[in-house]
């Protein structure tokens, strides 16, 4: 049957997510829960996309008509994939999302439906916005592991990794919010520390702020926070800050322990300029690690004064499980956040 080709500047195609629009028509995906959603008639759907490769296997993932498939990328260029070749003749609804962080990006450089097909107009984004700041956890890094719930993780190459059972992901959905991840497997707040790009190590307080932000993935470019205005922004940095030397447990208020805390209220303080109207919470995960990480997120929250910036922790925070978030945790983890979010007092919330 023959195709036709859908450009990727098309308005009738509903992007999500902080995603490098520098070309229209070659939009790049960078961050986990990126997306584009279409709706369409016909009975074939394939995608155009180059896939640029920097570490483990990279997976794309796909909604179509409520179920959910994953496809292995090569670095093949210009790359036809088909997603569905079999449907119904009759309306479909396709979300293709960014599974993984800047382990690689992702080109978008066209779309295919049947030659009778028609795109149709989505519905229309929901009205609230959610923005994270975090590590692996919210990336949701590891998070189809589901047979290592409470365990080390399995080994692996990427395969288990699924944004969409994020925690964070979860929450926006639950609150029927739009979202921007802005989460990297391994980074922590300072340069220097964490695992996030080994050669150079890469805090968050270097890469909050760009588009693309990874060395290997081209040039380094800033993003325009005009562009999405969060209601409410989740910051969820603070275990991965352990990793050459965990000082915040062996001594909290030694030199480093210090410098970490201003350091978190000063880019806690450059979110808020970006943001001024935002609710900013300020939480880390289950995830093991020690509790001076979140007595020190708690000290610097007193120290702000500020009534839209606020500490939570969730029932089992830091001392539940060693490994990844799987997606059952991931649930739990978000009905939680749901609910402190929902307690926020609705003139402090705005939406």
Sequence with gaps: ?????????????????????TNKKEPIMIYPCSSVTLKFTGTTLKIILRNKNI???????????????????????????????????????????????????????GICINENGRLLQCD????????FYGDSVSAGEVSEAVEYVGKPDPSHKGEYSN??????????????????????????????????????????ESTYDKMSYHPELGEITNW???????????????????????????????????????????????????NPNSVIILTTTILQHHVNWDNSIEEVCNKLKDRKIMHFLYSENGCKT??????????????????????????????
Aim: proline share 2%; glycine share 6%; charged share 25%.
């Design 124 to 131: 229309d984004k929901p009205n609230r916005k959610i923005e």
């Design 1 to 21: 049957m023959s195709e036709k080709r859908i450009e990727m500047d098309n308005e009738l195609l509903q992007y999500s997510g902080r995603i490098d629009f």
């Design 224 to 274: 325009n926070f005009a562009e999405y205005v969060p209601h409410v922004i989740i910051i969820a940095i603070g275990q991965n800050d352990s990793h050459p030397v965990d000082y915040m447990k062996e001594e909290y208020n030694g030199e480093q322990g210090h410098y970490w805390r201003e350091s978190y209220e000063n880019f806690v303080r450059n979110i808020r300029v970006k």
């Design 322 to 351: 060693p490994g990844h978030i799987r997606i059952s945790e991931a649930e739990q983890m978000s009905d939680e956040l749901v609910g402190f979010i929902n307690s926020i007092n609705k003139e402090l919330l705005l939406w």
């Design 55 to 109: 570490y483990w296997d990279n997976y794309l993932g796909y909604i179509i008509d409520g179920k959910q498939e994953k496809v292995l990328l090569t670095n093949e260029q210009d790359k036809i994939i088909t997603l569905a070749d079999n449907l119904k003749e009759e309306e479909h609804l396709a979300i293709i999302f960014k599974r993984m962080d800047s382990c690689h990006a992702i080109s978008l450089l």
């Design 163 to 204: 944004s969409w059972y994020s925690y964070a992901w979860l929450t926006a959905r639950k609150l029927n919010a739009q979202i921007h991840n802005v989460s990297q497997g391994g980074i922590a707040l300072l340069n220097g520390t964490g695992w996030f790009y080994e050669n150079n190590y890469t805090g968050i």
